[in-house]
């Protein structure tokens, strides 16, 4: 699997990437998810989500994505009466936010590793913990700074239609 592109975290003011999926849960608790269409080998999931924490709460706040029907997937198609933000209490977990240099790129999900790691605990969509994973120095000055995939393929819609992803 290719390194993924993440959602998307507003948190205490900044705007970080996520190696995390929370809204891959929801089903898992007897939500139901309309079904995604993946349109690039960077995205199997089929949709990138925006995140924020408010008083502790997980909340998202924006969805984009396409469905295999052809429809563009917001938020509103997702979660019909929502359209602003939706509380993410079906979310118990940690989300990892990547931070400083990349020490090494693995090209498979969300695989490569920072100088440091956010690590936020939740527990019901509620921010219970939070504590800094130190993972080393990057020795190469130039080194990448931030979370970001290293390459992708992107499907035609006509391709992914007909049932040809190559």
């Known amino acids: 699997m ?3 592109i993440s959602e998307k975290l507003l948190f205490e003011g900044e705007k970080h990437a996520m190696c995390t999926n929370p809204l891959g849960d929801y089903s898992a608790l007897g939500g139901e998810l309309p079904r995604f269409a993946s349109n690039c ?3 199997w999931r089929g949709y990138v989500g925006t995140w924020e924490i408010v008083n502790d709460r997980l909340y998202l706040i924006e969805l984009n994505g396409e469905l295999e029907s052809g429809q563009d997937a917001d938020l509103e198609t997702v979660f019909p009466g ?7 209490h079906w979310y118990s977990g940690v989300i990892r936010l990547p931070q400083g240099k990349m020490l090494e790129y693995i090209h498979m999900g969300y695989g490569s590793t920072y100088e440091r ?3 936020l605990e939740f527990e019901k969509g509620v ?11 990057a020795e ?3 080194a990448k700074e931030g979370y970001s995939n290293g390459a992708m393929t992107v499907f035609s819609r006509e391709g992914r239609e007909k049932g040809d992803q190559s």
């Open 2 to 4: 290719t390194a993924q």
């Open 41 to 43: 080998t960077a995205l």
């Open 82 to 88: 929502y359209g602003q933000r939706v509380f993410a």
């Open 117 to 119: 790691d956010l690590l």
């Open 127 to 137: 921010l219970i913990s939070r504590h800094v994973k130190v993972n080393g120095v």
């Open 140 to 142: 190469d000055v130039d």
